[in-house]
């Protein structure tokens, strides 16, 4: 599941696929700037985190750090 959330001030969500439209791997849905943000759900049976937030504290992924579309992996597959 992603949900894009425009900022308060600049709403510049631009989405290119229709709502519940299945994406495959390293497919584009959409763009998004100046201060909105992306919240991505997956099951968390089947995924772990690739990318910790900075809200985690994690000091390898510091605030502000760019997700570049088609190249970053933000989640890998659970083996089971």
Do not use: H
């Not at 959409?30 to 690739?50: E, H, Q, T, Y």
């Not at 900075?54 to 089971?80: L, M, R, W």
């Amino acid at each position: 599941e992603v949900c894009q959330i425009s900022g308060a001030l600049a709403r510049t969500i631009v989405p290119w696929l229709p709502i519940d439209s299945k994406v495959r791997r390293g497919q584009r849905y959409g763009m998004i700037r100046l201060g909105s943000r992306v919240d991505v759900r997956v099951p968390a049976s089947k995924f772990k985190p690739a990318v910790v937030s900075a809200e985690d504290g994690n000091s390898q992924f510091p605030k502000g750090q760019f997700v570049q579309a088609g190249s970053t992996i933000i989640f890998k597959p659970v083996k089971k």
